[in-house]
């Protein structure tokens, strides 16, 4: 089964820097695809980034990058020039193969805060 | 653009209370998902449909918990009886299945339970 680990239960950065948020995974299957998700306080689930096990650039949407390393099995989450809006929990998942193609397998978040 | 609907947004209930949740996937979305989340926690898969079918709800509790969606459209997650560890977040996602490698999820604004 899937694994997708968090280490980092809080983050702080300050507004207009960069920050990296963490993950790591583990599965056997050769195909999976990861995501990261933020939830803001109000709850809803918002699509960031997705990066496929075989892409062989990183996956960039504005300010939002994923830095993948796919033999430490890691796919990090980088946020340039944070924003206040940016505070959130952030959520990495994947998914896997077989007839539970697309169920998405959650870390446990990084609560992200930014400060002026 | 399209949303996956949810309602009740809110719902405070006695335990051993029957409770009911109703999504609205995006329309043409063959998949649909239930995920539960717990607070501090990622959400966790409860059941997955494809179309009518119930592809996995092998985490679903299914002593208390039931779920449907009868015309492949619209669904349906029922608690009966409610009790106090089922107080979390239960999120509803569609995705379009269309074959593709990518298979992106769009969560409803989600529906938080608080049972009594």
């Known amino acids: 089964a899937q694994k997708i680990t968090q280490t980092q239960p809080g983050m702080f950065v300050q507004e207009k820097e960069a920050v990296t948020l963490d993950c790591t995974y583990d599965?056997?299957?050769?195909?999976?695809?990861l995501f990261w998700y933020k939830q803001p306080s109000s709850g809803e689930m918002i699509f960031l980034i997705y990066?496929?096990?075989?892409?062989?650039q990183n996956a960039t949407e504005g300010r939002y990058s994923l830095n993948f390393q796919k033999a430490r099995k890691s796919a990090n989450l980088v946020i340039s020039a944070s924003q206040l809006g940016d505070s959130a929990m952030y959520f990495c998942?994947?998914?896997?193969?077989?007839?539970?193609?697309?169920?998405?397998?959650f870390g446990r978040g990084t609560q992200l805060t930014v400060w002026p | 653009e399209a949303e996956v609907a949810q309602s009740p947004r809110y719902k405070i209930t006695e335990k051993s209370q029957a409770v009911a949740f109703w999504c609205d996937p995006i329309s043409g979305h063959a998949t649909l998902y239930w995920y539960r989340q717990i607070l501090g926690q990622g959400p966790e898969l409860l059941v997955q449909?494809?179309?009518?079918?119930?592809?996995?709800d092998s985490q679903l509790p299914k002593d208390r918990f039931s779920a449907e969606r009868l015309k492949g459209v619209d669904s349906t997650l029922k608690i009966q009886p409610a009790e106090l560890g089922d107080s979390a977040m239960y999120l509803c996602?569609?995705?379009?299945?269309?074959?593709?490698?990518?298979?992106?999820?769009?969560f409803g604004p989600g529906t938080r339970l608080t049972v009594t």
């Open positions: 599965t056997s299957d050769q195909s999976y695809g």
């Open positions: 996602a569609s995705s379009l299945d269309d074959g593709a490698s990518r298979v992106e999820q769009y």
């Open positions: 998942a994947m998914t896997g193969r077989g007839s539970t193609l697309g169920r998405l397998y």
């Open positions: 449909f494809q179309d009518e079918s119930v592809v996995d």
């Open positions: 990066q496929g096990s075989y892409d062989e």
